[in-house]
């Protein structure tokens, strides 16, 4: 529960003491201010975001006299924020929503917060798949924060899929080239080096050979999926498939569509290749 109705018998335990674990946003309203009855709806879906981080502590005026005169309140709607026992920020009036949750904002935490946490611990674990979608749901909503940029580049470097990683490395200025974004470089430069594979060398050595060759070409892109290399064999399969839709009884599009329900919904890679599949196809 963390929207709590405040009296002079609870007021010391929710609005000081739990404002040392939790933000707590304090409301002193009254049923005949028209400006508090539309003020609370917001305040509670607010609160209703953050269970574990925000207490709505509404107090009525009409009911709670003393912690009126205690708060010194002189109209109503006011709103106080309190952190750590003390009052840091608060306002007077109808605000609109937006307004509300930019004053908010530097007391709660961000919204890609949780996901940056959590896979960090799945890369601890070194299962960077679970990772993966967590982190690119961060980069996007932290409008691309290079400290995330970099740890999704190292999550990828550590998958194998070294262009994505070496693309996203590529936008991180100097400024922000943190320890990770220097491990992230480190491991790329690794997955490089042991890139190729006997197995891929020859395959590589035959299809050069023999370009028009689709059944070196198929097993080519196989061998790169194999080895992290996603989108060489994706533009490879497609390759396939652009000069014979009826290869192998369809193989080459059975390919390219489990490799795209490998990488996942949302993934990047996949999105560009299934429109370029869905273009050959209509």
Known sequence: MNIVDITAENA??????????????????SGRSEGCKALMPVLETIAGEYPGDLLLAKINTDQQQMLVAQFGIQSL?????????QPVDGFSGVQPEPQIRELLEPYLPKAWEADVLAAKAWMDEANYAEALPLLRQAHEVSNQLPMITCLL?????????????????????????DAVYHQALSVVELK???ADSPELEKLQAEYAANPDNLQAAYAL????????QHKNALELLLDIFKRDRGFNDGAARKAITDILAALGKGDPLAVEYQRKLFTLLY
């Open 12 to 29: 010391q335990q929710y609005v000081i003491d739990e404002s040392f674990k939790r933000l707590v946003v304090v409301q002193f309203w």
């Open 77 to 85: 709607p006011t709103v106080m924020i309190i952190k750590d026992g």
């Open 153 to 177: 580049a190292l999550c990828y470097a550590e998958m194998g899929r070294v262009e994505e990683a070496e693309g996203l490395l590529a936008t991180v200025k100097m400024a922000d080239q």
């Open 192 to 194: 490089k080096q042991a």
């Open 221 to 228: 892109a196989l061998q790169m999926n194999e080895e992290g």
